[in-house]
């Protein structure tokens, strides 16, 4: 099987290796998710019992008669789009409080398992259930269908929560899932009793509609997009009880509309984070949970932009832990004070107990992700040394590291039970191993030290070969990471005859606030310039490197990282293949596009510097277009209007559509053909022998 093929298959060689886990049971027992083989998509929840050493598979979806996808719900589908979600099965779970129970959604049905003798059951529950979130202590479980938060147990016959016509209650809004990273719109009280939930207005947003060409007996899907300078959807939350209680929470949303987040912890009051719409400003409410009445107990501001850190704020005996940008490094905040120092680059925040803040964090080396402990009284112990990307789960002191590094294939995950190294266990894993040798030479390039990687093909000789740059380039995305996973592709494009170059420039993450705000106003000029800079640069540590014959690829930002680059520096570049492509920032949506360009009546210009479609006369490089036809994140609107510009203009250009192809490209004929159609299109158009 050819690797293009195993890279489809696999899911980019994901499949069987042990993810998302959970510390239950005082820290004794953990709940992950895996799938039987490395070409199997099916994943099932499994138990790792710490004191016997034992695996037990919890939920199985095939014994179900729930193995495949045909009967998602619509909202389900969207959920993992917006997650990024390409597995099937359980590829979501929710445990309580003691762990004595979890809850997944198959096929929008309720299973619940009791995780003590192992009976499983399927709730009676409301067709098209799906984001099941069971109570602390274990007895109900909330979901939302149809637009509505329902309630059901195994003891507990299914209710209505609260439900409206023509709003959704429960379910993340657009913007918190596809750029704030929160996927969930319901939370339970710590003593189980009260849910707080969002309500979603989408009335005041455009309709989109996106068709299938392919398909002209079908109805186009009319889809809420809030483009950049349109209006938002209406977000709230409301305090809401299983007898039909209902309190409202109260905090001026046309001043803070973007809800970021919320928490109740155990002890702890409820916290909901909210944002300005030029994201400039965020505030950390408390709620008073009898009233709806919030009090602020936290403002960060910022000239550029607030970045949201994942896992923050927090709330710990009393304190509050946030992540803020200071004096040119990402640090942990207590009660408004800065706690970590300015030599390290927080990441997220994983945990939060009696010994202090868990993070992940870079220190000098930016291609790095490592865990630390920050005690209280701000030292801080770095818990994982190895180069590579390292997270973690914990809970009552047992801490489960994953990690991935150039010196193994795929990632493993490490459970460490109350401290203790010498007992460590490894979950076993069922990934394939790639048949692919992987060889990068990392590297610093240019007066800005530009991270960058630098693939050959294998046995490569003196002959001088062409340069294919595979970057993403764009914010919240690194490419550069010392990971062997991150370089499969391009070593197989390496060893298709390119010298392959990744390049991360500025705004990508892990080099501090002040790279990441360089690109404020302008995501076209420093993003291409830095790539120039490390072509140049990279030729003149690896000489073989041909610059007469320069091609580049991307998807997403990297897409219109590529299409910018053989409209605006055709000396440079060659030729290019841009998937899934921002074309027109106007068309892409208001959080992502505002918080770097800004407003676009209030900032044109920053729009106008960053637009292709004016670029289109200078085209004389061949270009390749790819876009999914169903993708509601980048619609396809971008590539034909950047297309029927290039035609207007009588430039010559390729597009390929995919029918039925979202954002991602998970079906494994899709996956496997574009690889090899991007590849013969780059050989021909620089003059590349097979």
């Known amino acids: 099987m050819s690797f293009p093929r195993r890279y489809a298959v696999t899911r980019r060689f994901t499949l069987g290796a042990p993810r998302t886990p959970t510390v239950v049971s005082g820290g004794r027992r953990v709940l992950f998710l895996r799938s039987d083989a ?8 499994w138990l790792l019992d710490l004191d016997s050493g034992e695996e037990r598979r919890l939920i199985d979806p095939r014994d179900l008669g729930v193995a495949g996808e045909d009967d998602l719900p619509a909202e389900e589908r969207a959920r993992r789009e917006r997650a990024r979600e390409t597995g099937e099965g359980v590829v979501a779970y929710s445990v309580d409080r003691e762990g004595g129970a979890a809850v997944a959604a198959l096929g929008g049905r309720l299973v619940h398992v009791d995780l003590a003798s192992g009976e499983v059951r399927t709730l009676e529950a409301e067709p098209g259930a799906f984001d099941p979130r069971i109570d602390p202590t274990g007895t109900v479980v909330a979901y939302v269908a149809d637009g509505s938060l329902r309630a059901v147990g195994p003891d507990h016959a299914d209710q209505l929560v609260i439900g409206e016509s023509d709003v959704t209650w ?3 809004d657009f913007i918190a899932a596809e750029e704030l990273g929160r996927t969930r ?8 009793t009260r849910l707080v939930v969002e309500r979603v207005d989408e009335s005041p947003v455009a309709t989109w509609y996106i068709s299938s060409p392919a398909e002209p007996w079908t109805e186009p899907r009319p889809v809420r997009y809030p483009a950049a300078g349109t209006a938002n959807a209406a977000c709230s939350l409301a305090v809401v009880d299983l007898d039909g209680g209902r309190v409202d929470v109260d905090w001026d949303a046309d001043a803070h509309p973007y809800l970021v987040d919320v928490s109740w912890s155990e002890g702890g009051p409820l916290l909901v984070t909210v944002l300005d719409r030029p994201q400039r400003e965020m505030l950390v409410l408390s709620v008073d949970a009898d009233t709806g009445a919030t009090t602020e107990l936290h403002r960060q501001t910022d000239e550029a932009w607030v970045e949201v850190v994942p896992g923050a704020p927090a709330w710990h005996e009393g304190r509050l832990v946030t992540v803020a940008d200071i ?3 990402r640090r942990v905040v207590v009660d408004g004070e800065p706690l970590s120092g300015g030599d390290v680059q927080v990441r997220s925040v994983v945990a939060v107990d009696d010994a202090g803040v868990l993070v992940t964090c870079s220190f000098e080396d930016p291609t ?3 865990l630390a402990l920050l005690g209280w009284d701000g030292e801080l112990a770095a818990l994982t040394s190895t180069p590579g990307i390292h997270g973690a789960a914990a809970g009552n002191g047992t801490l489960v590291v994953s990690r991935a590094s150039m010196d193994e294939h795929g990632s493993a995950m490490v459970v460490v039970p109350d401290g203790d190294v010498e007992a460590a266990v490894t979950v076993a894993s ?5 048949d692919l040798e992987v060889d990068v030479r990392f590297l610093e390039l240019g007066d800005r030290g530009l991270r960058a990687a630098l693939l050959l093909p294998a046995g490569a000789g003196d002959e001088p070969l062409p340069v294919l740059l595979d970057p993403y380039g764009g914010p919240h995305a690194q490419r550069v990471l010392r990971s062997r996973g991150a370089f499969l592709v391009s070593q197989w494009l390496a060893d298709q005859g390119f010298a392959v170059l990744v ?6 993450p892990g080099r501090g606030p ?3 705000r360089a690109v404020k106003g302008d995501l076209a000029g420093p993003v291409l310039d830095d790539q120039v800079e490390a072509l140049r640069a990279a030729a003149e540590v690896e000489p073989r490197l041909d610059l007469s014959r320069v091609g580049i690829r991307g998807w997403s930002f990297g897409g219109y990282l590529a299409a910018l680059a053989v409209l605006r520096r055709p000396d440079v570049f060659h030729a290019a293949v841009a998937g899934a492509p921002v074309t027109d920032w106007r068309l892409y949506d208001t959080a992502y596009t505002e918080r770097y360009l800004g407003h676009p009546d209030e900032e044109p210009a920053a729009y106008e510097r960053t637009d292709l479609t004016p670029l289109a006369p200078e085209l004389d490089r061949p270009l390749l277009l790819v876009h999914g036809l169903a993708d509601d994140n980048v619609v396809v609107a971008h590539t034909l209007q950047l297309s029927r510009a290039l035609l207007e203009a009588g430039r010559s250009h390729t597009v390929l559509p995919l029918s039925g192809v979202t954002h991602m490209t998970p079906q494994e004929k899709v996956s496997e053909n574009l690889l090899l159609l991007q590849v013969e299109f780059l050989r021909t158009a620089l003059a590349v022998q097979p």
Do not use: F, I, K, Y
């Open 38 to 45: 490395g070409d199997d998509p099916v994943h099932s929840l």
């Open 170 to 172: 429960g379910a993340a």
């Open 185 to 192: 719109g319901h939370w339970w009280s710590p003593d189980g």
């Open 327 to 329: 004096d040119g490094a």
């Open 368 to 370: 790095e992700v490592q």
């Open 430 to 434: 069922r990934a394939e191993v790639p």
């Open 503 to 508: 390049v991360d420039g500025r705004g990508t």
């Open 514 to 516: 002040a790279w990441e």
